[in-house]
């Protein structure tokens, strides 16, 4: 039985083929093929296909419109025998597409080849930027999701969600009218500036991104005056609440990925959640590695740009009472730090709390001599009272990612012995040295860090998790020094 289901098994992400198609001189054109990166949300956890022996699953797609057709194909059949049977695949592909995507391949190639509507096509919404990459001309539009020409156009990219973002979920399309218009569409096309064919569209599709308006509530002070109130209020729309901007799914479809769209995409979104007056603050959600890593470099690069943190300094001559190592003293964050400034650093440029404290750290580590960082804690044995500044920068600099470290991870850590918690935000340190040394390499390899990710990262997600809640302060360096001190008469 094995051996029969090896030899009627297909993988899925191989069978699957991708086609960006255009019109050509004389016939339709593929701009590019290529495969999906996840087929389980589609085909299982295996990314098996049961049934066939050379199996083919070609979508194409109208690079303009993504106007879709399915082709399946196969060698050999598998024959039904008792409730053994292939996979339905074309009933599973309903699921995710509309009907007429699987109407015959000969409507698709006249629609492509003949249909007159691509030469006039243009991207829905409102363009919002344009850009040159590689001699070629791009631009970012963005629309909202109540406006059904944004919508159909989603409806049919919607399968790039299962196909290449891990964990992703499609938007429910047939929501209210409310919950649709907290969303926010952006769309990449590449414009032709001599299509090949009159029939041919000047644009063709690079990637996509959503944003989703979380409402937030803002307290203010009553209005010691009357004022007049009309029942029931007039309809406001929900873009005029003030809200956080969520971004959702990002992608760049695979032949433009690695060419700075995902830059260009992500400034252009920031810069639209900047003038939004309604906004107060921009978010993430879930991202993978990859995006980390691009979100780092370009908010970076803000920061850098408009002088953020050139304003933002570590204040290193304190009195080394302040940091003694005797039990429950504390991190003096606010002596190291101008809080009151970097509140108003992190409203100003909409970061949540969690991002921001990482940019700062990142560039407050950067500010320390490379070899002071890179000696480790070998020089830090006079702690406070060392007589290099760079030394004391990079004492205190510990000191205040450990902090913050252990304040989001206090519940988890507690429950853990004194010395086993010792140990894990040491490690955390480590951790989170090391990614930071690793992004400082890759912005001096691009020079303002406003590229792509250019340097491999070796280690998994960020362990600590985003939490806009502040803690009490708390000190761990007291607890570290008592483990040694414990190590040394053992």
Not at 366 to 386: C, E
Request: hydrophobic fraction near 35%; charge should be neutral.
């Amino acid at each position: 039985m094995a051996e029969q289901d090896e030899e009627w098994s297909s993988n899925a992400t191989e069978a699957v083929q991708i086609s960006l198609v255009q019109a050509g001189v004389d016939s339709p054109k593929a701009l590019s093929t290529f495969h999906p990166q996840f087929t389980y949300s589609i085909f299982g956890d295996e990314e098996r296909i049961f049934g066939y022996q050379g199996l083919s699953i070609k979508f194409r797609f109208a690079a303009h419109d993504l106007y879709p057709h399915v082709l399946i194909s196969s060698d050999a059949k598998f024959k039904t025998v008792g409730d053994t049977k292939a996979t339905d695949i074309l009933a599973i592909l309903k699921e995710h597409l509309p009907s007429y995507a699987f109407h015959k391949s000969s409507s698709f190639k006249t629609r492509i080849q003949e249909g007159a509507s691509a030469a006039s096509f243009k991207p829905p919404g409102k363009l919002i930027e344009s850009y040159t990459s590689r001699g070629r001309n791009f631009e970012i539009w963005c629309g909202e999701l109540t406006d059904a020409p944004v919508q159909l156009l989603l409806e049919r990219m919607q399968i790039f969600i299962s196909f290449f973002i891990e964990g992703g979920t499609p938007l429910a399309l047939d929501d209210q009218e409310w919950t649709l218009a907290r969303w926010r569409v952006f769309f990449v096309y590449e414009k032709l500036s001599s299509p090949p064919s009159p029939n041919t569209s000047a644009y063709s599709i690079v990637g996509y991104s959503t944003s989703y308006r979380f409402l937030t509530y803002q307290f203010t002070s009553p209005s010691p005056k009357s004022q007049p109130f009309t029942f029931p209020p007039p309809p406001l729309p929900i873009s005029s609440f003030p809200s956080r901007a969520r971004i959702s799914q990002f992608l760049i479809l695979p032949p433009h990925q690695s060419h700075s769209h995902g830059t260009h995409l992500y400034i252009a979104m920031i810069r639209t959640f900047l003038a939004d007056h309604a906004c107060t603050e921009i978010t993430v959600e879930d991202p993978n590695e990859a995006f980390d890593d691009l979100r780092d470099y370009c908010d970076h690069a803000r920061l850098l740009a408009n002088g953020t943190l050139a304003q933002i300094k570590l204040h290193t001559n304190l009195d080394p009472k302040a940091t003694a190592k005797r039990i429950g003293v504390r991190v003096p964050s606010a002596k190291l730090l101008d809080k009151p400034l970097l509140r108003s650093l992190r409203l100003k440029n909409k970061l949540a709390p969690r991002q921001f404290d990482r940019l700062v750290e990142l560039h407050l580590l950067s500010q320390i001599p490379a070899h002071n960082r890179q000696a480790g804690t070998a020089r830090l044995t006079q702690r406070a009272k060392a007589t290099d500044e760079g030394d004391r920068a990079y004492y205190y600099w510990r000191l205040l990612v450990k902090q913050r470290i252990y304040k989001k991870n206090k519940d988890v850590l507690m429950q853990l012995d004194r010395a086993e918690r010792i140990d894990k935000v040491e490690e955390a340190l480590g951790e989170q040295g090391g990614d930071y040394e690793r992004l400082l390499r890759g912005m001096e390899g691009k020079g303002d860090g406003g590229g792509e990710v250019g340097v491999r990262r070796e280690r998994g997600k960020r362990k600590v998790v985003d939490d806009d809640e502040d803690e009490d302060e708390e000190d761990i360096e007291d607890e570290r020094e008592a483990k040694r001190t414990r190590v040394d008469e053992g």
